[in-house]
């Protein structure tokens, strides 16, 4: 039990980190409001939290919940809604929460995937949010990544004890625009490095918010030579990564 926690709250800061520069996770716990199990037949209600005010509001606007789930849908697609165990329903309340990910075992083949519904009025914004976490359940799933014994060493990129696999897409973005440049040890580099700052924060956060940019913009011409435009089309070396920005944009109605 130990060991997933550890993993659990490593995630779970970093990725909570994802989306806004607020470490608090209480108010996340508090806030809760309804919890989905995601199965084969679907979403299924499996907790709704006693609340009041304005969260029993929420709660009850099962028309918005059932929006968001359809979106989250759409846009994890077919192969990636399998990776999402729970879909959890929270108020941030005051904080700068829009969404997070949080493995649910050490087998990280299941996540949970948590959506502030105070915060998902803004369709574009929580579009792009929530491709930004498609991105971490991308890059941290089983296929892509383990959960490796304290005390061993991990040879690729990793996140406390979640050691990415050599051929990773995590691992490659890590060793090709992070590890060359020596970003963690410099001055986190030049802004123009990067497509947002807050992709400035770590190799996780950076390849979650390119991620994003790949999938709902135009990707930057072949010969662009801007360091930000590479960035973006080392995406296109991956067909999975293509077919899946391509069900993105026919889901929600892009392309
Ligand atoms: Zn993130």
Redesign the pocket.
């Known amino acids: 039990m130990k060991k997933a926690n550890i993993v659990l709250s490593v995630l779970l800061i970093l990725?909570t980190?994802?989306?806004s520069m607020d470490k608090s996770q209480e108010l996340i716990v508090d806030g809760a409001i309804s919890l989905y199990e995601v199965n084969e037949t679907g979403f299924v209600l499996k907790t709704n939290y006693h609340v009041t005010g304005e969260n029993l509001d929420y709660q009850e606007d099962v028309i918005k919940q059932q929006e968001l789930l359809s979106l989250l849908n759409d846009i994890f697609t077919d192969q990636y809604i399998k990776k999402v165990g729970e879909v959890l329903i929270f108020n941030a309340g005051e904080e700068n929460v829009d969404a997070?990910i949080v493995n649910l075992d050490n087998s990280l083949d299941k996540f949970r995937v948590a959506i502030a519904i105070n915060q998902s009025y803004d369709s574009e914004k929580l579009t792009y949010n929530l491709v930004?976490?498609l991105g971490?359940v991308i890059a941290l799933n089983n296929t892509q990544a383990k959960v490796i014994p304290e005390g061993k060493d991990c040879n690729n990129y990793s996140v406390d004890r979640v050691c990415t696999l050599q051929d990773s897409y995590l691992n490659l973005f890590y060793q090709k625009y992070w590890n060359a440049f020596d970003l963690e040890d410099s001055a986190i580099g030049s802004k123009s490095m990067f497509v947002t700052d807050y992709a400035q924060v770590s190799p996780?956060?950076d390849f979650?918010e390119t991620f994003a940019h790949f999938v709902l913009y135009d990707i930057p011409s072949k010969e662009s030579d801007k360091f930000i435009d590479k960035k973006i089309r080392f995406f296109t070396n991956f067909k999975e990564l293509l077919k899946v920005r391509d069900s993105i944009r026919h889901n929600n109605r892009m392309d």
């Open positions: 990725l980190v994802s989306c997070y930004h976490e971490h996780i956060e979650a």
